[in-house]
């Protein structure tokens, strides 16, 4: 079974991801090659059931996406002060949210990979793989 959830499904009001967290970026164009990388590597990858594909793109794709925006708000200084005069302080728990949201969905992407058992006649188990960007 190919990937065939298409972009507009992971962003809201259908999906999870806000427009708001991609300033300036084109959170639709940023999905779609997100989901062209997840679709080959699912694709490609015999130890992610056919039916879980669709699963499976979305959660990489999410992690991707999220990691982008804390990658983001880390970049982004604590505290900025515009003209002398008015001063905004950025909580840094921002960036320990995101990355605990694309830790979680790593996580999920990871229970889709279905390996083999090792001792003969077990059934197949589920093992946690974390998927490199």
Same mark, same amino acid.
């Given at each position: 079974?190919?990937?065939?959830?298409?972009?507009?499904?992971? =962003?809201?009001?259908? #999906?999870?991801?806000?427009t708001? /967290?991609?300033?300036?970026?084109?959170?639709?164009?940023?999905?779609?090659?997100?989901?062209a990388?997840?679709? $080959?590597?699912i694709?490609?990858?015999?130890? =992610?059931?056919?039916?879980?594909?669709?699963?499976?793109?979305?959660?990489? *794709?999410?992690?991707?996406?999220?990691?982008?925006v804390?990658?983001?708000?880390?970049?982004?200084?604590?505290?900025?002060t =515009?003209?002398g005069?008015? $001063?905004? *302080?950025?909580?840094s &728990?921002?960036?320990?949210?995101?990355? #605990?949201? &694309?830790?979680?969905?790593?996580?999920?992407y990871?229970?889709? =990979? *279905? *390996?083999?058992?090792?001792?003969? #006649?077990?059934?197949s188990?589920?093992?946690?793989?974390?998927?490199? /960007?």
């Open positions: 079974m190919a990937v065939t959830v298409q972009a507009f499904e992971l =962003i809201q009001p259908v #999906g999870e991801l806000d708001a /967290w991609f300033p300036s970026q084109n959170l639709e164009t940023m999905v779609t090659a997100a989901l990388d997840a679709r $080959t590597a694709e490609a990858n015999a130890q =992610i059931a056919a039916t879980d594909h669709d699963r499976a793109a979305a959660a990489h *794709v999410y992690a991707r996406m999220y990691r982008a804390a990658s983001r708000l880390a970049a982004t200084p604590q505290t900025v =515009i003209a005069q008015v $001063t905004r *302080v950025y909580d &728990a921002r960036v320990s949210y995101f990355q #605990g949201l &694309a830790n979680a969905k790593d996580a999920e990871a229970g889709y =990979i *279905v *390996v083999a058992a090792t001792s003969a #006649g077990s059934a188990a589920r093992a946690r793989a974390v998927p490199t /960007w």
